[in-house]
T-cell receptor, first 113, second 112 residues
Framework: NAGVTQTPKFQVLKTGQSMTLQCAQD?????MYWYRQDPGMGLRLIYY???????DKGEVPNGYNVSRLNKREFSLRLESAAPSQTSVYFCASSFKTLGTEAFFGQGTRLTVV | EDQVTQSPEALRLQEGESSSLNCSYT??????LFWYRQDPGKGPEFLFT???AGEEKEKERLKATLTKKESFLHITAPKPEDSATYLCAVLGGGTSYGKLTFGQGTILTVHP
């Protein structure tokens, strides 16, 4: 099983450029999440989707937008990248939002110059 | 606001030297406490879920326990392959409904 697949694995952007990070899961999970991980800050939730057709802001949503395309796919878009968005981004999914473990992808390492 | 604090930040052990990692938390209505392992350059890998005080879970050399204020990850006779960052996270049921809050992690290094 592939689990949670993220693309791309690495990306360098110039300030002001836009891009979309893709995430797909094949575990028939209902809930999906986007996190960023920064040194000394731990994992912080950007957005989540409790179920297909719904999305909600997490702890650090500014500068990002998301789309729950279908049950399998959840994308994260940076409309105008800033150096502060340099980070490692993780997509995760879980069967339910409450009380069930989340499974993570391998991450996308994004550098904004 | 939910908070998770892990200690120590880093731990160096000799192979076979047992120890414990601590995860202290404050949360409104705990719905679950999760332990993850993260290897360099990889995403977190799920280890355990604990739901209520007194609960314990075991997997190979790892044992996780939970009280009302903290969780411990006990590592018995560790091996070099146990070296990783161990993350603790809580799922609250209050205003943070549906949101996992992670600690900073403990970097474990096991020397042969």
């Amino acid at each position: 099983n592939a689990g949670v697949t993220q693309t791309p694995k690495f990306q360098v952007l110039k300030t002001g450029q836009s891009m979309t990070l893709q995430c797909a899961q094949d575990m028939n999970h209902n809930s999906m999440y986007w996190y960023r991980q920064d040194p000394g800050m731990g994992l912080r939730l950007i957005y989540y989707s409790a179920s297909e057709g719904t999305t909600d802001k997490g702890e650090v949503p500014n500068g990002y937008n998301v789309s729950r395309l279908n049950k399998r796919e959840f994308s994260l878009r940076l409309e105008s990248a800033a150096p502060s968005q340099t980070s490692v981004y993780f997509c995760a999914s879980s069967f339910k939002t409450l009380g069930t473990e989340a499974f993570f992808g391998q991450g996308t390492r994004l550098t904004v110059v | 606001e939910d908070q998770v604090t892990q200690s120590p930040e880093a731990l160096r052990l000799q192979e076979g030297e047992s120890s414990s990692l601590n995860c202290s938390y404050t949360v409104s209505g705990l719905r679950g406490l999760f332990w993850y392992r993260q290897d360099p350059g990889k995403g977190p890998e799920f280890l355990f879920t604990l739901y209520s005080a007194g609960e314990e879970k075991e997997k190979e050399r790892l044992k996780a326990t939970l009280t009302k204020k903290e969780s411990f990850l006990h590592i018995t006779a560790p091996k070099p392959e146990d070296s990783a960052t161990y993350l603790c996270a809580v799922l609250g049921g209050g205003t943070s409904y549906g949101k996992l809050t992670f600690g900073q992690g403990t970097i474990l290094t096991v020397h042969p």
